[in-house]
């Protein structure tokens, strides 16, 4: 995927001259090993700043919600899907976007690097095999398929499904992914036991609102957890007002989550909030046949109404 | 200043005597990160990190915090009426605690603990701590105290510094009440000081990265403020409330009411001014209600308001949180450059 | 210690509907320990931030007097989850206060001087508070000439109707009040918006002048031109800020303006040195 990054320059550079947008939303190099920071080039001459590696897991739709300007973005397969979702929520028009498609072979999770090695990371480089990193003396090489981001590991939608052109030919989808190995897991679980397993992954949450901010979907000017009048949640450290926030955020997700694993990457307390996101995901494939943001002439299931929609839980 | 020896055996010992006197809180690792927790008995600190996830002005400044309680049952005497909340009496110790985070205390004191009003709930958990600072030999990538006005064996803010030798620990007391936990503790065998100056140059040197102030006073409030640069520093931001958590130097709080039955509470909570209903006006106006302008309040706070009003430098100690736990990776080394290099074009 | 966030027990002990539209109600609160008042000595352009158990903290200027002894006086507007539930309470009903809080217009500077009022709206409550201040016998020879200007919307939007025409007739006090339009024939004072009548009768700016503003956004806007255009320099125009705020007491971080807190280094601030602090309010 490093050879993306020169089509993906050119690309933007031509955009830009040529006026089609104003802007190109991508990613700098950050200033830390295994991170990449997203960023705006307005010029041409601008795009030399653009980099494209395996650290480039943050949604960058999560930047278009009401932008009126015209924008070059760059999209990876969920991305794309988390974009045609805001198309078909009104969030932003298919005119505005010129959208540079990146067929993608997975993202990095440097917290499971962090987690292999005692030392902290001082360098990171990446090369085709995998990712070599410094540190404390020692020196290491990953195989990429090893360090994946939990949601990349079964991604099935790695292609953009949405682009106006794309950086690269497209890459095999993965076949035969099981998506909800751990979901049936804890659905198997007896409710006492489900219920501790949620207390005990919601016990870091500091409320930061991380996973909220970073999620393309949660765009409400006012988010719920805000409203006062009336108030619906604690703004406290209660388990359950905590428990309530993740709920019902992971339920406003649904029929609209792609997994693109935001919420999860921006967590600064790792909790692996995909656990509750999925199992709605499940829900949707399995009670309507829905996956999201594939195509931006069908309205979602939670949008419409179909008379053969199921209705056991109402009986 | 005394200077005590403490082996092994003496360690685990003083340890557990301490948690006698004192509710005795230290690094202990979850998972895969160390935070400061409230140490059982038989549980010893784990010193094996370079810093904690969370700061721990947790342990002072609680999260969530009970100021008063108050009924709301009109056939009682005292309904309508609030009630402080009695706090925690008993004394308090942090064993473990980098230079860097004590040294956050002393920043924020000065907005707690002023000639005009003093927040009781903080100033009270302060004053009934005491903090055994443990000096730091190995600095992270991203650690830049040294510039911020503290360092790895800084003292100013600790009762006590403990600097790790091979098979022991030096204990250096730095005041009254650093005296009285080493004798709580029976770690009384005198030291030789002399190798800490040299292992705190050498920890210096480890020190990898820099921020540059020195120029940060000279500018005026409302050039900084209109600089150009805000918009690109400001234009990753998710406005979550990472950097102001984890950062042992901010204190922004909420305050909010909490009622079940006819029982109520007023609480205190973290806040942060990352979030668009900080300065949300009942009117409906908002002056920040823009991204940018919330970005931009946060680095000038830290990074001008904090300098221009108390004349001691920025509001940040360096301990590089917020650089690796900022989900987009907006970086306080470079904002701080940027304010400290501009020159405003007249 | 003393606990800066422990609210004075008070008692309502009138509620007066102000505005037509019941939008605006003034209150009387008097302390439930007559020791309290002593300790809640105040002077004319602070704020007190007005508690009520199980909802909250409003900031809301002082409305009455320092002169006036044995109860506290606030009108509050109806805009959110406090104020709305304010609104429904009772004589009788137990509710706290805290403060004073914040700093006052500057009275050491105004004394021998002239004093323009200029208020819009209902941010007229502190100015209410200044004009009773400064017409108590005691004080009034402390000051030259008073002018007050002072607009709403409509008459039924005025506040404290009684006060202003007891006031107008006084001959120590200039009164020109006015609404931005009204369709009743006996209405016998101004119509024109505030700025408008500012320009028509306030007097030159001077050495010995000095203007005291409050009022929305939009009515301070077009009187600024207007006071530079009658000479007023920007220390001697004197304006109090409203900011979203929780403490009180510059504590929680929330209302600067700069390094200014709007709660404890304000909420009165000269033009001069609003025009130092950023563009934030």
């Given at each position: 995927m490093l050879e993306y990054i020169d089509s993906i320059r050119k690309i933007a550079e031509k955009i830009l001259k040529e006026g089609t947008v104003e802007m190109v939303i991508?990613?700098?190099?950050?200033?830390?090993?295994?991170?990449?920071?997203?960023?705006?080039?307005?010029?041409?001459?601008?795009?030399?700043?653009?980099?494209?590696?395996?650290?480039?897991?943050?949604?960058?739709?999560?930047?278009?919600?009401?932008?009126?300007?015209?924008?070059?973005?760059?999209?990876?397969?969920?991305?794309?899907?988390?974009?045609?979702?805001?198309?078909?929520?009104?969030?932003?028009?298919?005119?505005?976007?010129?959208?540079?498609?990146?067929?993608?072979?997975?993202?990095?999770?440097?917290?499971k690097i962090t987690g292999m090695l005692e030392v902290e990371i001082e360098s990171a480089v990446e090369t085709a095999e995998g990712i070599t990193v410094k540190g404390g003396g020692v020196e290491k090489t990953f195989r990429k398929a090893d360090v994946l981001q939990d949601n990349c590991a079964i991604c099935i939608h790695r292609n953009p499904v949405l682009s106006d052109e794309p950086a690269a030919g497209p890459v095999v989808e993965q076949q035969g992914v099981d998506r909800y190995e751990d979901v049936r897991r804890i659905e198997g679980m007896a409710t006492e036991e489900k219920f501790r397993f949620f207390d005990d992954l919601l016990a870091e949450c500091i409320r930061c609102y991380a996973c909220r901010n970073a999620c393309p979907l949660c765009y409400c000017p006012?988010?719920?957890?805000?409203?006062?009048?009336?108030?619906?949640?604690?703004?406290?450290?209660?388990?359950?007002?905590i428990r309530t926030f993740h709920f019902l955020r992971a339920y406003h997700c649904a029929g609209r989550c792609t997994d693109c694993g935001a919420c999860e990457r921006a967590c600064p307390m790792g909790i692996k909030v995909r656990l509750l996101t999925k199992k709605l995901e499940k829900d949707a494939l399995e009670l309507f046949n829905w996956e999201a943001g594939l195509s931006l002439e069908v309205r979602p299931p939670l949008d419409t109404y179909k008379p053969e929609d199921p209705d056991e839980f109402i009986k | 200043m005394k200077v005590v020896k403490i082996n092994k055996q003496k360690w685990t010992e003083g340890i557990e005597a301490l948690k006698n006197m004192y509710r005795l809180y230290g690094p202990v690792k979850e998972d895969r990160f160390h935070n400061f927790t409230l140490l059982e008995k038989g549980v010893s600190p784990d010193f094996n990190f370079q810093n904690t996830r969370l700061s721990p002005k947790g342990v002072i400044y609680p999260q969530t915090e009970v100021m008063f309680h108050y009924t709301l049952d009109e056939s009682r005497e005292d309904h309508h009426v609030m009630k402080e909340a009695a706090g925690e009496a008993a004394p308090r110790a942090i064993v473990?605690?980098?230079?860097?985070?004590?040294?956050?205390?002393?920043?924020?004191?000065?907005?707690?603990?002023?000639?005009?009003?003093?927040?009781?709930?903080?100033?009270r958990a302060y004053e009934g701590t005491t903090l055994v600072g443990l000096a730091c030999q190995q600095p992270c990538q991203t650690c830049f105290c040294t510039t911020a006005g503290c360092g790895p064996f800084h003292e100013e803010g600790l009762d006590v510094l403990l600097v790790q030798e091979t098979d022991a620990f030096l204990a250096k007391a730095l005041t009254a009440k650093g005296e009285n936990l080493l004798k709580a503790a029976g770690w009384g065998e005198a030291g030789d000081g002399g190798t800490i100056e040299k292992m705190k140059q050498d920890a210096e040197t480890r020190i990898r990265t820099a921020v540059h102030t020195d120029r940060l006073a000279e500018k005026t409030i409302p050039d900084l403020?209109?600089?150009?640069?805000?918009?690109?520093?400001?234009?990753?931001?998710?406005?979550?409330?990472?950097?102001?958590?984890?950062?042992?130097?901010?204190?922004?709080?909420?305050?909010?009411?909490?009622?079940?039955?006819?029982?109520?509470?007023?609480?205190?909570?973290?806040?942060?001014?990352?979030?668009?209903?900080?300065?949300?006006?009942?009117?409906?106006?908002?002056?920040?209600?823009?991204?940018?302008?919330?970005?931009?309040?946060?680095?000038?706070?830290?990074?001008?308001?904090?300098?221009?009003?108390?004349?001691?430098?920025?509001?940040?100690?360096?301990?590089?949180?917020?650089?690796?736990?900022?989900?987009?990776?907006?970086?306080?080394?470079?904002?701080?450059?940027?304010?400290?290099?501009?020159a405003a074009s007249r | 210690m003393q606990n800066p966030y422990l609210p004075y027990p008070v008692r309502i002990d009138e509620i007066v509907t102000e505005t037509v539209d019941k939008n605006?109600?003034?209150?009387?609160?008097?302390?439930?320990?007559?020791?309290?008042?002593?300790?809640?000595?105040?002077?004319?352009?602070?704020?007190?931030?007005?508690?009520?158990?199980?909802?909250?903290?409003?900031?809301?200027?002082?409305?009455?007097?320092?002169?006036?002894?044995?109860?506290?006086?606030?009108?509050?507007?109806?805009?959110?989850?406090?104020?709305?539930?304010?609104?429904?309470?009772?004589?009788?009903?137990?509710?706290?206060?805290?403060?004073?809080?914040?700093?006052?217009?500057?009275?050491?500077?105004?004394?021998?001087?002239?004093?323009?009022?200029?208020?819009?709206?209902?941010?007229?409550?502190?100015?209410?508070?200044?004009?009773?201040?400064?017409?108590?016998?005691?004080?009034?020879?402390?000051?030259?000439?008073?002018?007050?200007?002072?607009?709403?919307?409509?008459?039924?939007?005025?506040?404290?109707?009684?006060?202003?025409?007891?006031?107008?007739?006084?001959?120590?006090?200039?009164?020109?009040?006015?609404?931005?339009?009204?369709?009743?024939?006996?209405?016998?004072?101004?119509?024109?918006?505030?700025?408008?009548?500012?320009?028509?009768?306030?007097?030159?700016?001077?050495?010995?002048?000095?203007?005291?503003?409050?009022?929305?956004?939009?009515?301070?806007?077009?009187?600024?031109?207007?006071?530079?255009?009658?000479?007023?320099?920007?220390?001697?125009?004197?304006?109090?800020?409203?900011?979203?705020?929780?403490?009180?007491?510059?504590?929680?971080?929330?209302?600067?303006?700069?390094?200014?807190?709007?709660?404890?280094?304000?909420?009165?601030?000269?033009?001069?040195?609003?025009?130092?602090?950023?563009?934030?309010?």
């Open positions: 991508g990613f700098r190099r950050g200033t830390v090993p295994l991170m990449n920071e997203p960023c705006v080039v307005k010029k041409p001459e601008d795009v030399k700043h653009l980099v494209w590696d395996s650290s480039c897991g943050v949604n960058l739709a999560n930047y278009l919600p009401d932008r009126k300007e015209k924008i070059g973005i760059v999209a990876k397969g969920c991305d794309s899907r988390n974009i045609v979702t805001h198309i078909i929520e009104n969030k932003i028009k298919r005119e505005q976007l010129y959208i540079i498609g990146i067929p993608c072979k997975g993202m990095i999770d440097r917290r006012t988010c719920f957890v805000d409203e006062s009048r009336p108030q619906w949640v604690g703004k406290g450290q209660d388990p359950s007002d | 473990g605690i980098r230079p860097c985070d004590a040294a956050a205390f002393l920043l924020v004191k000065r907005n707690f603990d002023t000639p005009e009003y003093q927040d009781p709930y903080w100033v403020f209109d600089a150009p640069f805000w918009d690109d520093v400001a234009f990753s931001c998710i406005n979550c409330g990472t950097c102001t958590y984890v950062c042992p130097t901010c204190w922004c709080f909420d305050i909010q009411d909490e009622v079940s039955g006819k029982a109520g509470l007023r609480l205190r909570n973290w806040d942060s001014c990352m979030y668009p209903l900080f300065t949300f006006h009942g009117s409906g106006h908002n002056p920040r209600n823009a991204k940018t302008k919330r970005v931009r309040q946060r680095f000038m706070h830290k990074l001008k308001y904090y300098v221009d009003k108390y004349h001691n430098g920025i509001q940040c100690v360096g301990c590089g949180r917020c650089i690796r736990l900022c989900p987009v990776n907006i970086d306080i080394r470079r904002v701080c450059e940027l304010m400290n290099t501009y | 605006l109600k003034t209150f009387r609160f008097v302390f439930l320990n007559p020791e309290d008042e002593q300790k809640f000595s105040y002077r004319a352009g602070q704020f007190a931030e007005l508690s009520v158990a199980g909802k909250g903290e409003i900031p809301i200027g002082i409305a009455s007097s320092p002169t006036e002894k044995g109860f506290v006086m606030f009108t509050v507007n109806k805009v959110g989850l406090v104020s709305s539930y304010l609104h429904t309470m009772k004589a009788g009903d137990i509710m706290g206060i805290r403060g004073p809080l914040g700093n006052w217009y500057p009275w050491d500077v105004l004394k021998g001087k002239n004093v323009v009022i200029i208020g819009g709206g209902f941010a007229f409550t502190t100015l209410r508070s200044s004009i009773v201040y400064m017409l108590d016998p005691a004080n009034r020879k402390n000051f030259k000439d008073i002018h007050v200007i002072y607009g709403a919307r409509s008459p039924g939007m005025l506040l404290y109707r009684d006060e202003l025409s007891a006031w107008e007739q006084r001959d120590d006090i200039n009164m020109h009040i006015t609404v931005d339009a009204t369709d009743d024939p006996n209405w016998k004072y101004n119509v024109g918006f505030v700025p408008t009548i500012t320009e028509q009768k306030a007097p030159p700016g001077d050495a010995d002048t000095y203007a005291i503003v409050c009022g929305p956004p939009i009515m301070i806007k077009f009187t600024q031109p207007v006071l530079d255009k009658l000479n007023y320099g920007h220390d001697h125009i004197i304006m109090s800020l409203e900011m979203r705020m929780k403490c009180g007491i510059g504590i929680c971080g929330r209302c600067n303006i700069g390094k200014e807190f709007v709660c404890k280094d304000g909420p009165v601030f000269t033009l001069a040195q609003l025009n130092g602090m950023p563009r934030e309010y």
